[in-house]
């Protein structure tokens, strides 16, 4: 079974900031491992995602994330936090690229100016 | 379409009544997937459906929910007897099975209210 944690349900940063929000996974087998951001009202947009290969993955709009595997952890960040950048952020981790999605509990992302 | 639809965007209802929420797929998405998005629960796995398999349904959380997925499409979620625990917005995604890793793509919602 799988589950994942987010610590934090609210991460509140100035513009310009540094944007780390923390994830952390339990799987039994290697995971897949996804960021997704939803903006109010809308649906789930897929940020980044890590299956294999290289453990930093880049995604959209300046965000990065790193498998650390000894730390069962994918923490998401971002060097410089805008305000277009506030939503609901959720890491998901999948055992294989079949199965359904397990979601953290979310992460509000607040930018202020 | 290019993306995901639902339909309806909102929808109110009151305790006791059924419901039907539909979900339109990308065109030749294989796989099928409902989830539930509640306050304090996060996003829950409900439902799924790939090509012509016998559907997951592990994580219905009463019999009261039931899906189906006709000629390979359109899905319906419906709930019956409706409860105010049931409110919660509802997504589905769907994805194209290869493969590998297959992305999910989502909708935007259904927003039920159960007064």
């Known amino acids: 079974a799988q589950s994942v944690t987010q610590l934090g349900s609210h991460v509140s940063v100035s513009e310009g900031a540094l944007v780390l929000l923390r994830c952390n996974y339990s799987?039994?087998?290697?995971?897949?491992l996804f960021w997704y951001v939803q903006y109010p009202n809308q649906g789930l947009q897929l940020l980044l995602k890590?299956?294999?290969?290289?453990?930093l993955v880049k995604g959209i709009n300046g965000f990065e994330a790193e498998f650390k595997k000894s730390e069962t952890s994918f923490h998401l960040t971002k060097p410089s936090a805008h305000m277009s950048d506030a939503a609901e952020y959720f890491c998901?981790?999948?055992?294989?690229?079949?199965?359904?999605?397990?979601f953290g509990k979310g992460t509000m992302l607040l930018v202020s100016p | 379409g290019a993306g995901v639809s639902q339909s309806p965007s909102n929808k109110v209802t009151e305790k006791g009544k059924d419901v039907e929420l539909r979900c339109d797929p990308i065109?030749?998405?294989?796989?099928l997937y409902w989830y539930r998005q509640s306050l304090g629960q996060g996003l829950e796995f409900l439902i799924y459906?790939?090509?012509?398999?016998?559907?997951?349904k592990s994580g219905l959380p009463s019999d009261r929910f039931s899906a189906e997925r006709t000629g390979g499409s359109v899905s319906t979620l419906t709930i019956q007897r409706t409860q105010q625990e049931d409110s919660a917005v509802y997504l589905c995604?769907?994805?194209?099975?290869?493969?590998?890793?297959?992305?999910?793509?989502f909708g935007p919602g259904t927003r039920l209210t159960v007064l």
């Open positions: 995604a769907s994805s194209y099975w290869t493969s590998g890793y297959n992305e999910q793509f």
């Open positions: 890590y299956t294999t290969g290289a453990t």
């Open positions: 459906f790939q090509g012509n398999s016998a559907p997951d």
């Open positions: 065109s030749g998405h294989t796989a």
């Open positions: 799987s039994s087998v290697p995971p897949y």
């Open positions: 998901a981790v999948t055992p294989s690229g079949y199965s359904t999605l397990t």
